[in-house]
């Protein structure tokens, strides 16, 4: 005899032994999910940040911005705001070192002490990043754009940085969950300028003019051996870097020294030292005997910390432009496609209207009685000029309700030559026969002759 008994789902349990309700079981499997290399678009902003910054921006009220009673449709006030955020963070990142088109890159290897922080909420400040990223290892540059709405965040030790992964990922920042991701290895580079060297978010002054023990200067100093370069840390927040330089000087010839600074929030003119910094020796050797004679040395009351640098001396990262698929502009017409159904006529006129004037705008329709149109739009300009900046300026984040449209370049006007030779290659394998004049038959003739 078989007895058959009610079976009860089993429930899912916390850390303390409790239930989870439906919400903590989503953001336990988001968690689980979080390392994963293509979770996100890269320069994704809510629809919610993008009010605030144009509030923000303009003097208004939220409500002003949302107001559907406006010129133009509430979708393309948001799409054109995103678009001018957008360009300006990237023209940000990549002024401080930020190699974007490594996002572009399919499977491409992650950093693992490098993240990126997304969708913050508008205003985020760096000290409120630092309070609780400081809270699992050192940080060493974070780099946060205007409005605050994305933030570059690297960690000096790679156990610290899975630490922060783990523990902060999806966990409630302000009112809005802190989607964090892996950044690609190369994401970051250094840009040397005149007077400073600018990696990530952390602007280090470098003086070229670098002066000897001696009282001579160097001008130019080369750079050192590759391992030659060690890391510095708890500098007292008042040692220049001249004072640094001459407490490693003893065990080697020093090419450069910095220190790294932030601007002071209080006084914009002035950079503060951030406690620590980077001393490259000419040698290897030198370095090694700098590890072993002045670990936990006095510095201005302070005992210096030492350790071998892993950051390269090579600036020359590859961008990776080849691997972009957008392709060569050919013409003056662009194909755009995952265009929302939502979307009229006029709203894609007027979201590509300000980049320069229209020769022809067609969106598609589907069957009769089956639909408005078939989600994909061709936009033509009068000039290249005008297409270029309007393709480069929308196909970088820009979601028209909820969607991100894919820009592409589209063929130009195809010649009755150019359509022949087409068709001619796809039905006959030896191509188009060429067609015979009078001339040739002659010719041919006169061949045939002799």
């Known amino acids: 005899m078989l007895h058959l008994l009610p079976a009860k789902a089993k429930e899912e349990k916390g850390d303390n032994g409790e239930s989870l309700s439906y919400k903590e079981k989503k953001e336990k499997s988001l968690k689980k999910t979080a390392g994963s290399s293509h979770n996100w678009n890269t320069l994704f902003l809510s ?70 922080a997304k969708n913050l909420p508008f205003g985020t400040t760096e000290g409120e990043l630092r309070e609780i990223f400081n809270k699992y290892g050192e940080l060493g540059r974070l780099l946060l754009p205007p409005y605050g709405i994305t933030a570059i965040i690297e960690y000096l030790n790679q156990t610290e940085a899975k630490l922060a992964f783990r523990k902060l990922a999806y966990t409630r920042f302000k009112n809005t969950p802190l989607y964090l991701e892996w950044a690609p290895v190369d994401v970051l580079k250094e840009i040397k300028t005149d007077g400073e060297t600018v990696q990530g978010g952390v602007v ?88 072993k004679t002045l670990q936990r040395a006095l510095l201005d009351g302070h005992a210096l910390e030492l350790k071998r640098s892993n950051r390269t001396v090579d600036t020359n990262v590859s961008t990776g432009r080849g691997a972009n698929t957008v392709g060569k502009q050919t013409s003056s ?65 820009t979601h028209l309700y909820g969607r991100r449209l894919v820009l592409e370049w589209a063929e130009g006007e195809s010649t009755v030559e150019e359509l022949r030779q087409k068709t001619a290659a796809k039905f006959l394998p030896e191509g188009p026969k060429k067609k015979k004049t009078k001339w040739n038959n002659e010719f041919d003739g006169v061949l045939g002759d002799e």
């Open 204 to 291: 280090t002054t470098v003086d070229s003019r670098v002066p000897d023990v001696h009282g001579v200067e160097k001008e130019g100093a080369d750079e050192g051996e590759i391992g030659s370069t060690l890391f510095v840390k708890n500098i007292n927040f008042n040692t220049m870097e001249g004072q640094l330089k001459l407490h490693f000087t003893g065990c080697g010839d020093v090419v450069s020294c910095t220190i790294a600074t932030k601007k002071d929030p209080k006084n914009p003119t002035k950079k503060l030292s951030m406690g620590y910094g980077f001393v490259t020796f000419s040698k290897k050797i030198d370095a090694d005997k700098a590890l």
């Open 333 to 397: 017409k662009i194909l755009v496609r995952n265009v929302p159904f939502e979307a009229t006529l006029k709203e894609i006129q007027d979201l590509f209207k300000p980049f320069g004037e229209i020769k022809a705008l067609r969106l598609p329709k589907k069957v009769s009685g089956t639909g408005s149109h078939r989600g994909f739009a061709f936009v033509e300009f009068l000039s290249n000029q005008d297409a270029k900046r309007a393709f480069e300026s929308l196909c970088q984040s």
């Open 47 to 116: 629809q919610n940040a993008i009010a605030e910054v144009l509030a923000a921006r303009y003097n208004v009220s939220k409500q002003e911005v949302l107001d559907p009673s406006g010129q133009h449709s509430l979708a393309v006030r948001l799409a054109l705001g995103e678009t001018q955020v957008v360009n300006e963070i990237r023209q940000f990142l990549e002024e401080y070192g930020v190699v974007l088109d490594a996002f572009n890159r399919p499977a491409t290897e992650r950093s693992k002490c490098i993240m990126l």
